[in-house]
């Protein structure tokens, strides 16, 4: 049997132009609400009143942009080539493909907001500033694009469970469920398949945060994830390796709702706008 997808079924008879910038807009669209909504009311108005809600807001939605369109292109041109049993493989080769890509925006905006952070004392200085000053003083690897190998190594993973979960869910919900996919089941097979996906990968996170806590001269000490991970594990055993579990697990499938559910309200909504 031939894969449907039903989410994009619409999109798909477009061509790949449809595609494109269906997934274009929709990503940044669901980028956009879900980092938004996910804030609670006192951290938004916080956040409005120090000028850096439109910041985050104006990063998520490019990188989630980008990200989509990729994958949906990738997936389209990939898929044809592929018999129905190579179909995950295809969903991981285009995933991790758009993580890679979306790191091109997501890294310099990363870096952008954590020295934001660290001159609050020392002004106000805007994002565009601090990244000509990361660009200027540092170059493009050192400065714009550090950590870029370490973001990747977190984020590619992830999207290698999630996706292919994502898709196989979206797959098989009608025989399962028996009902129709609607955006509300879209969120759902997206809160489940986010929701796995941050728990197994929850050792990475906890690896990055300490690369990202540690002082620079105490970093290079650390040396990569795999031996960071392993000197937890020592001092603190599984424990440790996962620590952050439970809250990471319940942010991660709460996002992956919004996130999922949006993406695909917004692209069924371009899509019948398109055929009328």
């Known amino acids: 049997m031939e894969l449907e997808d039903n989410t994009l ?34 951290t938004v108005k916080t956040r409005l009143q120090s000028e850096r809600l439109a910041a985050t807001a104006a990063g998520s939605a490019p990188t989630s942009a980008l990200f989509f369109c990729t994958y949906e292109t990738m997936k389209s041109h990939l898929r044809q080539y592929a018999s129905h049993d190579q179909l995950p493989y295809v969903h991981m080769v285009s995933a991790a493909t758009a993580e890679v890509v979306a790191c091109l925006i997501r890294v310099p905006i990363e870096i952008a907001k954590q020295r934001r952070q660290a001159l609050l004392h020392k ?16 170059g493009i690897r050192k400065g714009l694009y550090r950590g870029f190998g370490t973001t990747v190594m977190r984020d590619v993973p992830f999207s290698l469970i999630q996706f292919p979960l994502w898709e196989y869910f979206k797959l098989h919900w009608t025989d399962v469920t028996g009902t129709a996919l609607t955006p509300l089941s879209v969120a759902i097979c997206g809160a489940i398949s986010g929701g796995i996906a941050a728990g197994l990968t929850t050792p990475l996170d906890v690896a990055k945060t300490r690369i990202m806590l540690a002082e620079q001269l105490e970093s290079n000490r650390m040396g990569g994830m795999g031996r ?47 055929d009328r």
């Open 9 to 42: 079924a619409t999109a798909t008879l477009g061509g790949a132009k449809s595609i494109y910038w269906s997934s274009l807009i929709a990503g940044g669209v669901a980028g956009l609400v879900v980092d938004v909504a996910l804030f609670p009311i006192d």
């Open 123 to 138: 002004g106000n200085a805007s994002s565009l500033s601090i990244l000509y000053e990361a660009l200027r003083k540092e």
């Open 228 to 274: 960071i991970l392993r000197n937890i594990y020592r001092e603190r055993g599984i424990r440790g390796v996962f620590a952050g579990f439970v809250p990471r697990v319940t942010w991660i499938t709460l996002g992956g709702a919004i996130f999922f559910g949006m993406y695909d309200l917004t692209l069924r909504y371009l899509n019948e706008n398109e």
